[in-house]
């Protein structure tokens, strides 16, 4: 219990901080929320969104898991990115993964760990389909690295290819999706320059047709 008291305790101090600064600062963050990004990111405790990027709470909203995937057959992304498209209106969706990332390292490895092996399956499907690039890396970080890399890419492309987003290019609501990937090293992130904001970069075969409601 004493470690739960420090953070309590912890909760005063940063309470007592926002209020010097502003005393109307929780008044104003209780009326609404009005962000202009998601992200998407990994559960890792060293990897904090909002301090990442600099942004107060009501800026951005959050949503990670183990090593940032996004399936089209979750239906906690697809919630989570649906509330976040359709109601609050986001114009950015921020995919970002990290370098030295447990799950991908695990996704490499061949060893049984329990129910997040079948989770992990999704990372090791983008391994399938980049083996020939990533098994020419021989230092073992820089594999690891490299599939993290591609572990984005691959879920920007998940996060296109939804109904959500393509019924928001379909409505010309601005909205665009990131790959980006943090490095714990030196608290830096990097863009991936995997940045989609039109139906037209999407590959046909994933383009749903919609049709006008009118």
Same mark, same amino acid.
């Given at each position: 219990?004493?470690?739960l008291?420090?953070l309590f305790e912890?909760?005063e101090k940063?309470?007592?901080?926002?209020?010097?600064?502003?005393?109307?600062?929780?008044k104003?963050?209780?009326? =609404?929320?009005?962000?202009s990004?998601l992200?998407?990111g990994?559960? #890792?405790?060293r990897?904090?969104?909002?301090q *990442?990027v600099?942004l &107060?709470?009501? &800026?951005?909203?959050?949503?990670?898991?183990?090593?940032?995937?996004?399936p089209?057959t #979750?239906?906690n992304c697809l919630s /989570?990115l @649906?509330?976040a498209v359709?109601?609050?209106k986001?114009s950015?969706i921020?995919?970002?993964?990290?370098?030295?990332?447990?799950g991908?390292k695990a996704?490499?490895e061949?060893?049984?760990?329990?129910?997040?092996?079948? +989770?992990?399956?999704?990372?090791?499907d983008?391994?399938?389909?980049?083996k020939? @690039?990533?098994d020419?890396? &021989?230092d !073992?970080? !820089?594999?690891?690295?490299?599939?993290? &890399?591609l572990n984005v $890419?691959?879920q920007v $492309?998940n *996060?296109?290819?939804?109904t959500? /987003?393509?019924e928001? +290019?379909?409505?010309k609501?601005?909205?665009?999706?990131?790959?980006?990937?943090?490095?714990? @090293?030196s608290?830096?992130?990097? =863009?991936?320059?995997c940045?989609f904001?039109?139906?037209?970069q999407?590959e046909?075969i994933?383009?749903?047709q *919609?049709r006008s409601? #009118?």
């Amino acid at each position: 219990m004493k470690k739960l008291k420090i953070l309590f305790e912890n909760n005063e101090k940063w309470v007592q901080r926002k209020i010097q600064q502003n005393p109307e600062y929780f008044k104003h963050l209780a009326k =609404d929320q009005d962000p202009s990004y998601l992200w998407i990111g990994c559960s #890792d405790s060293r990897v904090p969104a909002n301090q *990442i990027v600099g942004l &107060e709470p009501g &800026e951005l909203v959050v949503h990670r898991n183990v090593a940032n995937i996004f399936p089209h057959t #979750d239906f906690n992304c697809l919630s /989570v990115l @649906e509330f976040a498209v359709n109601i609050l209106k986001v114009s950015h969706i921020i995919v970002c993964g990290h370098y030295g990332c447990g799950g991908v390292k695990a996704a490499m490895e061949d060893h049984h760990l329990g129910l997040v092996d079948n +989770w992990l399956r999704n990372i090791r499907d983008v391994y399938a389909r980049n083996k020939q @690039e990533l098994d020419v890396i &021989e230092d !073992q970080k !820089q594999r690891y690295n490299r599939l993290a &890399e591609l572990n984005v $890419m691959q879920q920007v $492309m998940n *996060i296109c290819h939804t109904t959500i /987003v393509q019924e928001a +290019w379909f409505n010309k609501q601005p909205l665009s999706i990131h790959g980006w990937i943090y490095d714990l @090293e030196s608290g830096r992130l990097r =863009d991936l320059k995997c940045c989609f904001s039109d139906i037209e970069q999407v590959e046909p075969i994933y383009r749903v047709q *919609i049709r006008s409601k #009118d």
